[in-house]
């Protein structure tokens, strides 16, 4: 229970009630100001009524004097799980799947699982240890962050980069290539 303040993360999108679903990222611009204005552009189709803000949380960051960032991920989801109260496409938790890599059936259903993240139009697919902290003061982060990209003409591929990277000099050495 909060006592005095907390610090969520969370992303605001836009729900189709029409069709039961989140909408592409870029259509936000519409419903949300910037500076006092809307940031349209010419090419964006109007308002539609049957679209409205939803908030997804992700994260909590901060539980009156606790920072949750050094604890394991299933304490901070189940501590968000605690204070988020959910409304029907309007306030939500982001969706989790675990999948235990050590089973056969991982590589498939890592596939399947991303695939849904494509279909349904989400703006990324993280993977993450249940067990670990989100942040580690020796430096060492234990996630993995892929996203599609929406370039027009690209749809049925997903570009993916490598988001948290290390150089280590004794590995280009060792692999004979210059700089990675």
């Known amino acids: 229970m909060i006592k005095s303040h907390y610090i969520l993360e969370g992303e605001l999108l836009i729900w189709n009630d029409n069709d039961k679903r989140i909408e592409s990222f870029h259509k936000i ?7 006092g204005r809307f940031i349209r552009t010419a090419r964006d189709s109007p308002v539609d009524l049957k679209e409205h803000l939803i908030i997804i949380f ?5 539980l009156d004097d606790t920072v949750c960032l050094t ?23 982001g969706d989790r799947k675990i999948i235990n890599f050590s089973s056969l059936d991982a590589p498939e259903l890592l596939n399947k699982t991303f695939t849904r993240t494509i279909t ?21 982060k234990s996630f993995i962050k892929l996203k599609k990209n929406y370039i027009p003409g690209l749809r049925d591929t997903a570009d993916l980069v490598v988001v948290n990277r290390r150089r280590n000099l004794r ?8 700089k990675l």
Not at 30 to 35: E, M
């Open 120 to 140: 349904q139009r989400w703006e990324r697919f993280v993977l993450k240890d249940c067990d670990t902290p989100c942040f580690s003061f020796n430096g060492t």
């Open 171 to 178: 590995d280009e050495g060792e692999l004979g290539i210059r």
């Open 58 to 62: 992700y994260n909590i960051i901060l």
């Open 71 to 93: 604890e394991p991920h299933n304490r901070r989801r189940h501590l968000l799980e605690s204070l988020i109260h959910y409304i029907s496409d309007r306030a939500d938790i």
């Open 29 to 35: 611009r519409k419903y949300v100001k910037r500076l």
